[in-house]
Each structure stands twice: as C-alpha cells, then as structure tokens.
C-alpha cells in the first residue's frame, strides 16, 4: 500500500519537475544594445579552453571572464572591431573563427589540405608497393604443392 501511495505521489509532482531544470543564463546588466553586440563579437571569437565553441556559446569561466571584459570595453566606447584587434593582439589569431589570410597563418589555412594531399600520396605509394610485392613474387614449386594440398584436405573436412 505504501508503495502504491509513493508512487502516486511521485507521478503528481513530476509535472513540477520541469521548473528544475536548469535554464540559459538571462543577460541582466548593462544596455540590450551593448549586449547584442558582445554576443555578436563572441561568436566571433574563439573560447581558448573549450574546443571548437565560441564565446558565445561556451559556459567556461573563461568565456564568462571574457564577455564581462568585451561588455566593459564597449562600454567604455571601443568598437567592435577596436575589441576583436584587442583580443587578437592579446590572444593571438587563433583567438578568431576565421583568421585573416597571411604569412603567419598559412598554416591554419592550407594545413589540412596538406596533410590530406601527404595521406593519399602515402596511401597511393603503399598501394603500388604492395602491388609490385605480390606480383614480384610467385609461388614455387614445393609451396604450390603445399597449397594444393591444404586445399584438398579443407574441401575435405567441410564436406564431412
């Protein structure tokens, strides 16, 4: 009976579970204006301890710390692009989504097709050496006979 009572009651307080949960964070300070733009520029900006997420989108303390200094330094009066110039003099160009094309960044442009282009070329030079392995060398007399007689004895045992 205590069972079926718990039960009940657990079933009529689950609708209230949903209120739970946690939920996204609500921007509280500051004008809505300033805060559109720094979440324009966070998504813009790399979070450096998260992979592949952008400020915006990171819940880190880092990514926490961050947006409080964009919001301050627009508050301040800096632009959007007087920020982003800011966090890459500071963090370097990987601190952005889509780093500008130059000689120090080439690497973040063209590396993965590089190692692609190395990986078939690799692939490529393992098959024709496999290739010329097998062609290269044929069986001899005595290891053909051994075959010949390994397959009669397995045709054998699987017809048994």
């Given at each position: 009976?205590?069972?079926?009572?718990?039960?009940?009651?657990?079933c009529l307080l689950l609708p209230l579970s949903y209120q739970l949960q946690a939920k996204e964070a609500v921007y509280t300070t500051g004008a809505?204006?300033?805060?559109?733009?720094?979440?324009?520029?966070?998504?813009?900006?790399?979070?450096?301890?998260?992979?592949?997420?952008?400020?915006?989108?990171?819940?880190?303390?880092?990514?926490?710390?961050?947006?409080?200094?964009?919001?301050?330094m627009m508050e301040g009066g800096m632009s959007d692009r007087q920020v982003v110039d800011f966090m890459v003099v500071r963090y370097g160009d990987?601190?952005?989504?889509?780093?500008?094309?130059?000689?120090?960044?080439?690497?973040?442009?063209?590396?993965?097709?590089?190692?692609?282009?190395?990986?078939?070329?690799?692939?490529?030079?393992?098959?024709?050496?496999?290739?010329?392995?097998?062609?290269?060398?044929?069986?001899?007399?005595?290891?053909?006979?051994?075959?010949?007689?390994?397959?009669?004895?397995?045709?054998?045992?699987?017809?048994?």
């Amino acid at each position: 009976m205590k069972k079926i009572l718990l039960s009940a009651l657990l079933c009529l307080l689950l609708p209230l579970s949903y209120q739970l949960q946690a939920k996204e964070a609500v921007y509280t300070t500051g004008a809505p204006e300033i805060h559109g733009r720094v979440m324009g520029v966070s998504e813009e900006l790399r979070c450096l301890v998260c992979q592949g997420q952008s400020l915006a989108d990171s819940n880190s303390d880092f990514a926490k710390d961050m947006r409080a200094q964009i919001q301050e330094m627009m508050e301040g009066g800096m632009s959007d692009r007087q920020v982003v110039d800011f966090m890459v003099v500071r963090y370097g160009d990987y601190v952005r989504y889509r780093p500008p094309f130059k000689a120090s960044t080439i690497l973040l442009w063209f590396g993965p097709f590089i190692l692609l282009g190395v990986g078939v070329a690799v692939l490529y030079a393992n098959v024709l050496r496999r290739g010329k392995q097998i062609n290269e060398t044929p069986l001899t007399e005595e290891q053909q006979r051994r075959a010949a007689e390994l397959l009669k004895k397995d045709s054998g045992e699987n017809k048994a």
